[in-house]
């Protein structure tokens, strides 16, 4: 890849230079005061990004898989039940997790594209007992944004733990975690958090941090275990260090930088933009004659495009989208993964990056013998960009 061509895949993506820069700092001992103090703010920062004022924050080395695996270890019990609403291939990584952990765990499905009925989960969980209810922001495979907030609230009705895996939405899509009362919002740093693959992020309300407290049994992983952790975050955001597993130095300190950023923009006006340039992005789209794996607006994802390959074309046309300077993704659903391609609008994206994205895509599907008017496709996206000034 040269450093020229655009990384517009799902994540990783592109990441500000200043934040490159900090990453390639010098290594502190982890017990410097001078990490300690950046780790104690990239943590206050943490809070502030998911809007959750009065969450415990957990910033921990590991992908977004193992932020997952954190909630889950944590706050479900073997013998317990959890309602995964499942809009694809990472709520289907969810209830593999969930049953792992030994718990219970019914499913609330849709076909590719959509997502379940709000009404449809509330009668679910009215149903009974459980002890969790788990909900992908943006699923990564469909690029299907689901209705988090209402969710999180009927959730919140029946007395039931919500789990928020925003790993392809924080920091990019609309989310207000205490106002809305979602218990734990999970993420991972290389999406619109800005910052290489390499964090597992959390924020637990103080309800599902008691939910832990009383636990009967002791959590089944000690990696993944808030008793480990939590004690460490504390020390961390009080100024002083503390010791269970060596944290990743470096990327902390490409975290606090860009946490810093995503403050200075503003969690309402970074939602904005992402909503802007996914908006472009769709014009761009239609006007290419591309049809979206999401079923409708109401639930199509700002973080990023799940596309159609149109007649003609197929899975050939990322090598000569690549040809052209811009990396995108192929499908990931198992029921569809040949048929559609993936295009990610996260983090620093900007105007340039979806005219030049656009373009890319317009060239390679040409080469394919997808017939458009020429320029179709980018002039849509920059009549998009200027009515959105
Ligand atoms: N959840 C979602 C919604 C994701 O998009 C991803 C990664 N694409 C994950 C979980 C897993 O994260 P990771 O690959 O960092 O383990």
Known sequence: ?????LLMIPGPVEFDPEVMRALGTKTASHVAPEFISIFGRALKKVREVCLAPSAQPFVVAGS?????????????????RALVVNTGYFSDRMALLLERYGAEVVQEKCAPGEVPEVAAVERVLASGRFKVMTVTHVDTSTGVLAPVEALVKAAGRHGVLSVVDGVCATAGETFHQEAWGADVYLTASQKAIGVPPGLALLTVSQKAMN???????????????????????EAYEAGRAAYFATP???????????????LREGMEARFARHRRMAQAFRAGWRALGLKTLPV???????????????EGVDVAMLGRAREQGVVLAGGLHPQLKTRYFRVGHMNVVGPGDVLATVGAVERALAAAGHKAQPGAGVAAAQTELLAAR
């Open 211 to 233: 939910a832990w407290r009383s636990r009967k049994t002791p959590v089944r992983s000690l990696y993944a275990d808030f008793g480990e952790w939590l004690p460490i975050m």
């Open 248 to 262: 990743p130095v470096n990327l902390v300190y490409a975290l606090e930088v860009s946490l810093g950023q995503i």
């Open 1 to 5: 890849m040269s450093e020229r061509d």
């Open 296 to 310: 409708n607006e109401a639930v199509t994802a700002n973080t990023l495009s799940a596309l159609y390959y149109p």
């Open 64 to 80: 977004g898989t193992l932020a997952m695996e954190l909630a889950v270890a944590n706050l479900v019990e073997p013998g317990e």
